[in-house]
């Protein structure tokens, strides 16, 4: 079983909080509004990330972020891949006919996970800035050896 950290819309705020819960990750998926490079250096530390730009990240290190990623995973066995984006409103192709296990995105800061046509649609919601009353959280998916994916949802209670 793998373990991959999923977070979002942290608008250059990484929380301790967030950082714990994301401790153990095989990988770390940022679903955009990163808001600073120094928040992925410190992600790194704890595995690999993959990110895509958000509609708030500017500046020349976002610009060589892309808008959308297919991510691998798995790293041996089975191949699973993730379809990452930011806003699902731009989602630009079938998930399911293209042979992706699950789709990760942000933008809404609502955190959300619904199967649909075999595909498991996952939102951590925010983990940075609180808005309005909604949560902060972060998220896990977990890859099973059979190639199944589950996800969760992590309040990080404040």
Same mark, same amino acid.
């Given at each position: ?5 999923? =977070? ?11 950082? +714990?819960?994301? +401790?153990?990750?095989?990988? =770390?998926?940022?679903?955009?509004? &990163?808001?600073?490079? +120094?928040?992925?250096?410190? *992600?790194?530390? =704890? ?9 708030? %990240? ?17 790293? +041996? ?9 930011? %806003? =699902? %409103?731009?989602?630009?192709? %079938? ?7 699950? &789709? ?15 595909? /498991? ?14 949560? *902060? ?20 209670? /404040?």
């Amino acid at each position: 079983m793998r373990t991959i950290g999923v =977070i979002s819309d942290t608008h250059g705020l990484l929380r301790d909080e967030a950082v +714990e819960a994301l +401790e153990g990750s095989h990988l =770390i998926l940022h679903a955009g509004d &990163v808001g600073s490079p +120094e928040i992925l250096e410190r *992600l790194a530390l =704890i595995a690999p990330v993959a990110v895509v730009r958000g509609n708030t %990240d500017y500046g020349d290190a976002a610009a060589a972020w892309p808008g959308t990623d297919v991510v691998r995973l798995t790293d +041996e066995g089975r191949d699973v891949f993730a379809y990452l984006l930011h %806003d =699902i %409103d731009l989602l630009d192709l %079938d998930p399911a006919a293209s042979g992706f296990a699950v &789709v990760v995105y942000g933008h809404s800061h609502r955190p959300a996970m619904e199967r649909r046509d075999g595909v /498991l649609y996952f939102n951590p919601g925010a983990a940075g800035h609180r808005r309005f009353t909604l949560p *902060l959280t972060v998220g896990r998916l977990h890859v099973g050896d059979d190639g199944s994916v589950s996800g969760e949802i992590i309040d990080l209670g /404040l």
